[in-house]
């Protein structure tokens, strides 16, 4: 199993400077064969290959001295994470490759020449950093991330590789259904409310203040710097207050249940209302089920997402009855047919459970051909005719 353990690392003043040259680099090169690849893609109606990529650097070295300072793998890496970029594109998980910008987070990942011994990492060229190991890691180093964050904070995200392999899935116990949203940041289908805690909202004023601050300093004053330093201090706060939100409810939700099912979050967001967009970029939900998905495949269970258009709040969870509308505002409703007075959220949840078990069931899940196995009756939720298919579910 692949682990992640992030460690904060202190840098020398010289070490900083290189690890800037190097994120530089990176970012030059990056963008230069991301130019290149489509500048001869436009030529000749073809791509170039990672090696092909790889292959431009010693001439470059030659063109650009800078670029022989800073350590090669590094560089060399730069065609890879292009690679996968382009073939995530390809295989219709993101959106085309970007340029990247100085302004982004910065990272640079070294796929070897890496060591944590004790409390120290040995970095190619960067030599010996000194490194809060808070966890002691496990099994064998196979690449390591350095990031800066905009307060100037240095991580070092290493990935391990324990040597063990993922238990065996199984579905026997109890499975739940999640509904996401924003009052309440998680329903569940056994009734539990979790609460969004807001951390944006609740930071916002101290936000404000210090935003207010940084727009009065004069433009690249050392003043203005510490200024924008502390704006970004608060922002990552309001990050890790929000990690460890998410930590603990996806730990906990994954612990009680065997099976885990939430609504795929590209159809989720076709149904949002654009008045709440920054509410749910706020809450994280892209990031909570990654979360519960990498903890549920850690422990043998099953981790789904519904992913198709069904109405989970109007469909009564007892009788199957649909009603024609419901408005967003209705949070108890009843159900004219069977007479069951649902609250709206966990009614959904509960149908998120069902049409989760239902595809387990059925073994709803792609063939060899990419076609997909579609049960032929006994589906509770009439499928929407206009919404396209998302990805696959992973069983
Ligand atoms: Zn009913």
């Known amino acids: 199993m692949l682990k992640a353990f992030k460690y904060r690392i202190y840098l020398t003043d010289e070490q900083k ?9 990176c970012r030059w090169f990056y963008n230069f064969a991301l130019n290149l690849t ?4 436009k030529a000749t109606g073809k791509g170039l290959s990672r090696n092909e990529i790889i292959n431009k650097l010693p001439e470059l070295k030659k063109e650009k001295e800078w670029l022989t300072e800073v350590p090669s793998q590094a560089l060399q890496q730069v065609a890879l994470d292009l690679s996968s970029a382009f073939l995530n594109f390809f295989e219709k998980r993101t959106k085309f490759p970007k340029f990247k910008k100085k302004s982004n987070k910065q990272s640079v990942r070294f796929p070897q ?10 970095l190619p060229k960067l030599k010996k950093v000194y490194c809060k190991v808070s966890r002691l890691p496990s099994g064998k180093l196979k690449s390591l991330t350095v990031s800066m964050t905009p307060s100037g904070k240095y991580f070092a995200s290493c990935l391990y590789d324990d040597g063990i392999d993922l238990p065996k ?10 509904d996401l949203g924003v009052k309440d940041f998680a329903i569940t289908s056994d009734g539990s409310k979790y609460g969004n805690p807001k ?9 404000a203040k210090k935003q207010k601050q940084l727009a009065k300093k004069q433009k690249g004053s050392n003043n203005r710097n510490k200024a924008r330093k502390a704006v970004a ?19 906990k939700l994954v612990d009680k249940n065997q099976v885990i ?7 989720k967001n076709m149904v949002r209302n654009h008045k709440l967009a920054k509410s749910i970029s706020d809450c994280g939900w892209g990031q909570f089920c990654t979360m519960l998905k990498y903890k549920a495949e850690w422990g043998g269970k099953y981790y789904i997402e519904v992913d198709r258009f069904f109405p989970s709040s109007k469909t009564c969870n007892h009788c199957l009855n649909q009603l024609d509308s419901l408005s967003l505002d209705m949070k108890l409703w009843q159900c004219p047919k069977c007479g069951t007075i649902h609250d709206r959220d966990i009614n959904a949840a509960k149908n998120i459970r ?3 078990l239902r595809m387990l069931a059925v073994g709803h899940i792609a063939t060899a051909s990419g076609e997909r196995v579609r049960p032929s009756k006994g589906t509770a939720f009439v499928r929407h005719p206009s919404v396209k298919e998302e990805s696959p579910v992973t069983l």
């Open 17 to 25: 400077v290189l690890l800037a040259k190097t994120f530089g680099c």
């Open 38 to 41: 489509n500048e001869t893609y």
């Open 113 to 122: 020449g890496i060591k944590l011994y004790g409390e120290y990492l040995t």
């Open 169 to 178: 899935q199984s579905s026997e116990g109890k499975a739940v259904g999640i």
């Open 199 to 207: 951390h944006y909202r609740k930071y916002e004023q101290k936000l």
């Open 233 to 251: 201090r608060v922002h990552e706060k309001i990050t890790r207050c929000r990690e460890d939100f998410l930590h603990k409810l996806s730990r």
């Open 261 to 267: 099912v939430v609504e795929n979050l590209a159809v």
């Open 354 to 356: 069902d049409e989760g």
